[in-house]
């Protein structure tokens, strides 16, 4: 069965420093790859997907991710993060033909010190 | 565009009633929606796909009878908690699928007194 890591369940940051959040992925082939945020209370936002293609894909908000296959990893960066981004974020698979359902990580905490 | 609106947001309810949750693709048309349920600090946990004009597909351990699934349209599925007991409050959260992509909605926390 597919799973998804998050390794890091909180991270602290300071605002307009960079941000790295890591994600890895168990599956026997490329499964389709998001990004999502969520504030308190609130539903899922999606950040950004991979699908196929270049490697490096843009999302909104200013984050970006990077598939590497050897790695089996989906991280996510942001160059200089903003205390709005505090938040949480979920890793999710998709498997191809698997009937569109999604495998989440169990999330990270962002904290944002000002 | 890819609004999914999710009604109510929050919902406080007598134990034993019953409780309807509603999820609407508002600018696109969702032949399969998702339902989750989502624990204080911990990820979100699929309890069922639903799909247009035909029955809810259930995980497993999720009671079909007590949560029950409804997909009229292209744009709207319901959820209603039955006989709800202080166990089933939780934050629901529903998402519409199109294009291999899931979006979600606000989320509704249900109370059970």
């Known amino acids: 069965a597919q799973s998804v890591t998050q390794p890091d369940i909180h991270i602290t940051v300071s605002e307009g420093a960079s941000l790295e959040l890591r994600c890895n992925y168990s599956y026997g082939a490329t499964p389709y790859l998001f990004w999502y945020v969520q504030s308190p209370g609130q539903g899922l936002q999606l950040l950004l997907k991979y699908f196929s293609g270049d490697t490096l894909v843009q999302g909104i908000k200013g984050f970006e991710a990077e598939f590497k296959r050897s790695q089996s990893s989906f991280n996510l960066r942001k160059p200089s993060v903003h205390w709005s981004d505090a938040a949480e974020y979920f890793c999710?698979?998709?498997?191809?033909?698997?009937?569109?359902?999604?495998?989440f990580g169990t999330g990270t905490q962002l904290k944002v010190e000002l | 565009g890819a609004v999914v609106s999710q009604h109510p947001s929050w919902v406080i309810c007598k134990s034993g009633t019953s409780v309807k949750i509603e999820c609407r693709s508002l600018d696109f048309q969702a032949t399969t929606m998702f339902w989750y349920r989502q624990f204080p600090k911990q990820s979100l946990m699929l309890m069922a796909t639903s799909n247009e004009g035909s029955k809810a597909t259930y995980e497993q351990g999720v009671e079909k009878d007590k949560f029950l699934i409804n997909h009229a349209s292209l744009t709207l599925s319901t959820l209603t908690v039955t006989s709800a007991h202080p166990e089933d409050s939780s934050f629901y959260i529903c998402?519409?699928?199109?294009?291999?992509?899931?979006?979600f909605g606000a989320g509704t926390r249900l109370s059970v007194l």
């Open positions: 998402s519409a699928w199109a294009k291999n992509i899931q979006y």
């Open positions: 999710a698979v998709g498997l191809t033909g698997g009937g569109n359902k999604l495998t």
